[in-house]
């Protein structure tokens, strides 16, 4: 029986896309820099802040790539003040929830969005009691997919490795729960491909909420 989920947050548990781009775009204009798509934006996200202003600024050409500090101070500040413009959760999420709730399993956040903000939008989407770890990206610890915090999270929650679900949209996330040596499950609906998903050693993609929950109780 399993005792933990680890989800990660952007495009799997919340659709933060138009925030995301919203705040890159806010901080592009500032730097009187192109704007990138939202299609764009999908692709640069799931390896933390810095990374998705390093591919953002680097469309408008590579000699722009040594304002990333400058871009950095920007995207916090406009970030910090949009991190929940227009994120809702994915449908069926609350209820998978609920669902894991109610069979005891404990649930946790583990997410390369800057630790601040990610406890501000699991807060303001599904409250301050419904996860018992929320964890984002911090100075000094490693990200995904380094398997560390994953690790840890599954310790502080009493459960082993081979008692913890990783779920995540991504082939960061596919690395993580697989470094980690736990359950991990890919999920359709996120910012990334099923394909992306497949080519990164993905066993199990959910195309619901519902499928994570029958896997999870099987």
């Not at 500090?69 to 916090?76: D, V």
């Not at 929830?97 to 599904?126: C, M, W, Y």
């Amino acid at each position: 029986m399993y005792k933990v989920c680890i989800f990660d947050l952007d495009g799997t548990l919340t659709d933060t896309l138009e925030s995301l781009t919203f705040s890159v775009n806010e901080t592009l204009k500032e730097m009187k820099l192109p704007e990138i798509t939202m299609q764009q934006c999908r692709e640069f996200v799931g390896n933390g802040a810095k990374v998705l202003m390093e591919k953002a600024i680097s469309v408008s050409g590579e000699e722009n790539i040594g304002r990333l500090n400058e871009a950095m101070e920007i995207y916090g500040r406009i970030f910090d003040a949009n991190c929940t413009y227009h994120v809702i959760p994915y449908s069926g999420i609350l209820s998978m929830l609920d669902e894991l709730s109610r069979a005891g399993i404990a649930v946790a956040v583990l997410t390369n969005k800057p630790h601040q903000q990610a406890v501000h939008v699991v807060e303001h989407i599904f409250g301050k009691e419904r996860f018992q770890i929320v964890q984002g990206q911090r100075d000094g610890v490693p990200r995904k997919p380094d398997p560390t915090v994953a690790l840890q999270i599954a310790e502080k929650l009493h459960a082993l490795p081979e008692e913890t679900v990783y779920i995540g949209d991504s082939e960061v996330d596919v690395a993580t729960g697989t470094a980690a040596g736990m359950l991990t499950i890919g999920v359709s609906w996120g910012f990334r491909e099923r394909q992306v998903l497949k080519n990164a050693g993905a066993k199990y993609i959910a195309d619901s909420p519902e499928e994570i929950v029958k896997w999870i109780k099987k």
